[in-house]
């Protein structure tokens, strides 16, 4: 379409500020940026810079309110149009949507979601905001939660916490960093499962062998027992449970992770 793109590592440059300034833009709309906009960039447009943030602020600010939305159990997610400050998601409210979340919903398809209801979400918004139709709402600091940056190891499996808890985590989790545990020296991911309730007594990571419908082994845990659906030993590809099981040997019986 013919529009200049920049992409500078940093905003804290006076180069890029002029450059930005050179726009003249009437409002800055900032979405999934990993930094914070300097004071001088947030002077920039007479009616300031606006942030798509995925949560119904001030609940879930910070890096990955998706993922933490569905960690939590929460029923419905949502998106924020917020006024941007100097802190972290902490600005005037502007609009608010909101989703249901799906047993089926990882943080890829919720993102997915969310991503569309922000986007019209936008499109109605600017135009009301900058004709001064809009009166923000500041965020009631009392209720404020924050997530935290998710690392790859955040990934490793408890079994000793209950299934619920471990398959909110699966389903958090995907598509990055994923959960996994480990057997005979690999690394397996869960990509997709099912919380059951127990099936006989057993310790936490004990292997089951299991024949529901989309189930075929299942680790029993703290509480209940995580149906396997999908998995993915180190190196192969993603398969079902069925599959997997059909190709290790010794599985059922063994203590995870082992």
Not at 167 to 192: D, H, N
Request: with cysteine.
């Amino acid at each position: 379409m013919g529009l200049p793109v920049i992409q500078p590592e940093r905003l804290k440059n006076d180069d890029v500020i002029q450059q930005l300034s050179a726009f003249h833009p009437e409002v800055i709309v900032v979405a999934a940026f990993g930094q914070f906009l300097p004071p001088p960039v947030l002077a920039v447009p007479p009616h300031g810079c606006v942030n798509i943030h995925p949560s119904l602020l001030p609940k879930f600010r910070g890096p990955s309110p998706v993922t933490a939305v569905i960690l939590a159990g929460e029923k419905f997610a949502g998106v924020s149009i917020m006024l941007m400050d100097a802190g972290l998601d902490t600005g005037p409210v502007l609009a608010q949507g909101q989703a249901a979340i799906s047993r089926q919903d990882t943080t890829g398809t919720l993102t997915e979601k969310l991503a569309l209801v922000g986007a019209h979400m936008l499109v109605e918004t600017l135009p009301r905001w900058v004709r001064g139709d809009i009166t923000p709402l500041r965020q009631e600091e009392t209720l404020s939660t924050y997530s935290k940056m998710m690392v790859k190891e955040d990934g490793e499996i408890d079994w000793s916490k209950p299934a619920g808890e471990i398959w909110l985590k699966v389903r958090a989790l995907q598509p990055w960093p994923g959960c996994y545990t480990r057997w005979r020296g690999k690394q397996i991911k869960i990509i997709e499962a099912l919380p059951l309730p127990p099936v006989e007594t057993a310790q936490a990571g004990y292997v089951v062998a299991l024949n529901h419908e989309k189930v075929r082994f299942g680790v029993a845990a703290g509480g209940g027992v995580l149906g396997i659906v999908r998995v993915q030993m180190e190196g192969k590809k993603a398969m079902s449970s069925a599959e997997f099981l059909r190709g290790q040997a010794g599985l059922v019986g063994a203590v995870l992770p082992s």
